[in-house]
């Protein structure tokens, strides 16, 4: 099919190809985000991605029923409703040396007919790197969330405000119109591990917080927002129905008793050589805070004056941002360290003669990942110019706005003659096991399994954590002992700890660190986790692309682990053809780029399953494995590999021996929605996504993110765009909140 042909009937094929696309990419995106579970392959999304791009580009009418974005994770601005600031949302003029604030000042007494020596004060505050967000509360209820937008006319994002606890939801007292403003943002710490979370499952990470921060926000679906740890300073307003106060420090103070947070480094100065030293304290700061600042805002304290200073087109006279200068270093490439983590990916780590980067020694960094080294991508476009990186280079180490230091550039004057170029391992540093590449997989991975040290001690703490076993005293640390001594290599070994060294408790009790409550509430914390739910067992294996949601899933499908395992056993023969015709796929694509022709996918694919010869019976278990919502080919295979892995394998019996598997309920088959595919869209009042979602498959429905033609009902509220449409041309029952709520007898 020709994608960019413009006749009536070429413009028909693209829109229905286009919101084909769209459909897939939006899932794709609500699988990632939403359920923490990617349903297809990265370079399957890049591949949806550029034709849907590339159609929208041959057929800018297309633009019109655009809500897909490249931005990551946020959809289109036309996905939320628009807002029209009462008051516009400004920007700030920026100092960036001591003369500028010295201008700034003088420039204000001139305005104001004031002498250099007549009394002028002003607040200073630090900048705080995320995006503004006004907050427009009517008698004390918030009911308006927008984003800055053009300064004019923002999106409303009440239901994602609502998930954020800095911001409160009435606030009891208020004048009858208040209007916040203030920065949503991430904090270093949750920024870090929401980051870990996405790299553990192998995907797209977000550049730094205010990205995240910015991504989080702008959510379609809210429930993503909430589980998104987001930040809210209060440092200005916009209309109000009653003047807070007669001075920014008072109105600040005021916004503080309303329930706000405020920031506290924000202070009242006299002078301008005042603000320039509580700058520096700032700045003295910046790396211990927490959160990322680009530089300190100063404003005139006195609001009466702010009013009679009034703004210039896009930014106001009686403020200024000083800016902090950019955090750049450069300094030598001692060395290049691979790490391994759980899934096996093989990260290389840069090695360097420590520097200071804004006030903080760094002496290592990421480098990502091979391509980045090489400055070629895997499509052979230039990364840096394409200079690659040695050791002994110069580079050049920034930390903008990030926590994890980066290198960015390397100074090609200075490279020893005598270097060469790095050569990426081809096994792994820590086992000795064949590194691979998938294609499309930008990550090199040990293909070591349980094998491998460096997987098995990331796996180990993986098994222990939260959301799996939690197993009370057994942190991060205790696992690394108990592995680097040999007695726990894994999981089954945790609940053999009492048994094979116990005497063990004699043992572990004279060990550095464990006294003898300590040990006790040890073995019973284990004991207690004999009996373990099905879903965190299976997440607990850490079996890659395996989420917590997946897990949930699957545990619900199959309801006991042999019916788990032999769904993956039987499924097996067709997930490896699967695997080949993605593999067939990809060099067809390949083949067909280099010579300039369209690849032909569909052929390429059934020659290659064909060649597989696989049993109806394993085609039909592969079908009912990736049927399952939240499962999908990626997961499916993921899963299969760890089934059809003999040591992995042989791991999972040991572990089972020790456990009670608590099987969870099967849905209920009598309800009026039993076996129905059931999709939630737009807004809904009386439960949370997630509410509506459980629900549902407690009565034995299926939830989907997308319609389709198996879809049975669609519940649309209020603001279903694409999705009822599509629903209502499919000829899909659809029905409101109320309506859904009557038939499952909740109403
Ligand atoms: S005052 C009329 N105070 O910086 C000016 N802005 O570059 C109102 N920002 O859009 C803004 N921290 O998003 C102010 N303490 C602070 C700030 C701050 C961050 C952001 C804000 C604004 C941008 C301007």
Redesign the pocket.
């Known amino acids: 099919m020709s994608i960019s042909g413009k006749s009536a009937a070429g413009t028909e094929t693209a829109r229905a190809e286009f919101l084909r696309l769209q459909d897939m990419l939006l899932a794709a995106d609500i699988a990632y985000h939403q359920k923490d579970a990617p349903e297809i392959s990265d370079a399957d999304y890049d591949r949806a991605k550029r034709d849907y791009l590339s159609l929208l580009e041959t057929h800018p009418d297309l633009a019109e029923i655009a809500t897909w974005s490249e931005q990551v994770g946020a959809p289109v601005a036309s996905g939320f409703g628009k807002i029209t600031h009462a008051q516009r949302?400004?920007?700030?003029g920026?100092a960036f040396e001591d003369s500028d604030v010295a201008d700034f000042d003088r420039s204000i007494r001139n305005y104001l007919g004031l002498g250099p020596d007549a009394a002028l004060a002003y607040t200073a505050?630090?900048?705080?790197?995320?995006?503004?967000l006004s907050l427009r509360y009517e008698n004390g209820v918030l009911m308006q969330a927008a984003t800055?937008g053009d300064g004019s006319v923002g999106e409303n994002v009440l239901a994602n405000a609502r998930t954020i606890a800095d911001i409160p939801q009435e606030i009891p007292g208020a004048p009858a119109v208040l209007e916040v403003?203030?920065?949503v943002y991430m904090s270093h710490a949750d920024f870090d591990a929401l980051n870990a979370r996405h790299a553990e499952r192998g995907g797209k990470t977000f550049a730094n917080p205010r990205n995240a921060a910015a991504g989080s926000l702008r959510q379609l679906d809210a429930e993503i927002t909430r589980a998104r740890p987001l930040r809210f300073?209060a440092?200005?307003w916009g209309e109000l129905s009653e003047a807070l106060a007669p001075t920014q420090t008072g109105a600040i103070a005021r916004l503080k008793a309303f329930g706000f947070q405020t920031?506290p480094l924000t202070r009242r100065c006299d002078t301008t050589d005042a603000l320039i030293s509580h700058y520096k304290d700032i700045e003295a700061q910046r790396a211990t805070l927490g959160y990322d600042?680009d530089g300190v805002?100063y404003?005139v304290d006195e609001l009466a004056l702010q009013a009679r200073l009034g703004?210039r087109s896009t930014?106001?006279r009686w403020?200024i941002?000083h800016k902090f200068p950019a955090e750049l270093a450069w300094t030598r490439l001692e060395g290049i360290d691979i790490q391994v983590g759980r899934t096996g990916a093989l990260s290389p780590v840069a090695r360097l003669a420590p520097v200071t980067v804004g006030g903080v020694v760094v002496s290592n960094a990421t480098l990502h990942n091979e391509d980045y080294i090489r400055g070629l991508d895997s499509k052979g476009e230039d990364i840096r110019s394409g200079k690659d990186i040695r050791i002994g280079d110069w580079v050049q180490v920034y930390r903008a706005g990030d926590v994890i230091p980066k290198v960015a550039d390397v100074d090609l004057s200075k490279r020893p003659e005598t270097s060469e170029p790095y050569i990426f391992p081809h096994c792994c540093p820590e086992c000795g096991s064949d590194a691979v590449r998938e294609e499309g997989d930008a990550v090199r991975r040990c293909s070591g399994g349980v094998i491998c040290p460096a997987q098995a001690v990331e796996k180990l703490k993986h098994f222990v954590s939260r959301a799996a076993f939690d197993i009370e005293g057994m942190g991060a640390k205790q696992v690394e002992q108990f592995h680097t001594d040999g007695w726990v290599k894994e999981p089954a070994d945790i609940f053999k700890l009492a048994e094979r060294y116990g005497t063990g408790l004699q043992q572990l009790k004279n060990r550095e660190g464990w006294g003898d409550t300590s040990a006790t509430n040890l073995f019973a914390a284990i004991d207690e986790k004999r009996n373990i739910e099905f879903a965190r067992l299976i997440f607990g294996l850490g079996i890659r692309h395996v989420g917590e949601v997946g897990a949930k899933d699957l545990a619900l499908h199959y309801l006991n682990w042999d019916a788990l395992a032999a769904a993956a056993d039987r499924a097996r023969p067709a997930a490896v053809a699967h695997r080949a015709a993605d593999e067939a796929e990809e060099r067809e694509r390949i083949k067909a780029q280099s010579e300039g022709r369209r690849a032909k996918v569909k052929e390429t694919r059934d020659a290659a399953t064909a060649s597989c010869a696989v049993p109806t019976e394993a085609a039909a278990a592969w079908e009912d494995l990736t049927g399952v919502d939240g499962i999908g080919p990626t997961l499916g295979l993921s899963l299969s590999d760890a089934f059809a892995n003999e040591h992995e394998r042989a791991a999972f019996d040991r572990l089972l021996a020790e456990l009670t598997v608590i099987e969870p309920d099967a849905p209920a088959d009598d309800s009026p929605v039993a076996g129905k595919t059931v999709v939630f869209t737009g807004t809904l009042e009386k439960m949370t996504r997630a509410e509506a979602k459980a629900r549902a498959e407690s009565l034995g429905a299926k939830v989907s993110g997308s319609v389709s033609k198996k879809t049975d009902i669609l519940v649309a509220g209020p603001g279903a765009g694409s999705k009822a449409k599509k629903a209502a041309d499919l000829g899909i029952k659809t029905m409101d909140e109320d309506g859904w709520l009557a038939l499952i007898g909740d109403a």
């Open positions: 949302m400004l920007s700030l920026n505050e630090p900048k705080i790197d995320g995006l503004s800055r403003r203030g920065e300073f440092y200005s920031n600042i805002v404003k703004f930014t106001p403020a941002a």
